[in-house]
């Protein structure tokens, strides 16, 4: 493989993540709420993926694939070339902290999980919240994971979620997420090894190290998103070397499935507090159709496994 390469990655974190992220309990949530990202927001992506003839990688929460419709949805995706990541089996923004035995566990219960959905078994690996830890990432490595892609190494994004989780503790509703270690805010922003397992981080903005996310691109009108992730590919220019010895760039844009969702499609209790959904879905699909255009203007997309076999050998 030849070129510069970007990828798109989507967590498939359903709504009951932000329930616990906004301290709100995910019990409360009814069906269509639990089915909205699985079936709804996936299959809007999907729909738009397919019209770019872009191949995306999905990181699935294996517990969330018992959800009615849930799997069904994951192998149309994976039949129709998406890669299938995992993310974690209960998606417990605690299990870095964990023993690399628990870790361990979890990723094989998810393993299992997506397995027996689309017949492939994951590849690639994101934990949830982004923290990472030696005992994850030993866990990555012993179960013989092909990459990591966990890192999100911007300060800010970490600053702004210190605080919400400070404000909403101060009001008595303790979001169950939790800060990583402050080591990783700083790591490197380009493809590398981490611990003996080929790391693929999330891209952020140069200097600032702004994350570029679905949250911020798709909050923005399309030219300044596109002018951000131009930035961000630019500075990425020849930080990893692929296996002709040739420098390569990569851009690894991260989008969760609620991103393709608006109030309409949440619960008024999240809809109050999660940022994005205020943008209709639509819009909010069009402007990443504008982004996911200019991008192929430049380089080719490419799967997270295809871009680290290609990057790290």
Known sequence: MTGDLFSVSVDLDGLGC???????????????????????????????FESLGVASTLFAIGSELSIPGASEAIARAAKAGHEIGSH????????????????????????????????????????????????????????????????????PYYALKAMMMGLYALNRRPSRS???????????????????VRELPVSTLPLVRGPVIGTVVLGVEPGTALRLSRWAFAAARGSSVGQSGSKIKHFNLELHGIDALDKSDVPRSIAEV??????????????????????QERAQAVTLESAARALLG
């Open 18 to 48: 932000y329930a616990a992220i906004h301290g709100q309990d995910p019990r409360a949530l009814d069906e269509r709420a639990l089915r909205a990202v699985p079936e709804v927001a996936l299959g809007r992506l999907c729909e738009l």
């Open 88 to 155: 974690s089996f209960a998606h417990d923004y605690a299990l870095s902290r964990k023993s690399q035995e628990e870790i361990e566990q979890d990723l094989r219960e998810a393993e299992g999980a997506i397995t027996r959905a689309c017949g492939q078994s994951p590849r690639g690996f994101r934990a949830p919240g982004y923290t990472l830890s030696k005992a994850l990432l030993g866990a990555v490595r012993a179960r013989g994971y092909l990459y990591d892609s966990s890192l999100l190494p911007s300060p």
């Open 178 to 196: 939790i800060l990583g270690a402050p080591g990783q805010l700083f790591a490197r922003r380009g493809a590398h090894e981490r611990e003996g």
């Open 274 to 295: 999660q940022p994005g959904v205020a943008v209709p879905a639509g819009e909010k699909l069009k402007r990443l159709k504008g982004l996911l255009v200019g991008l």
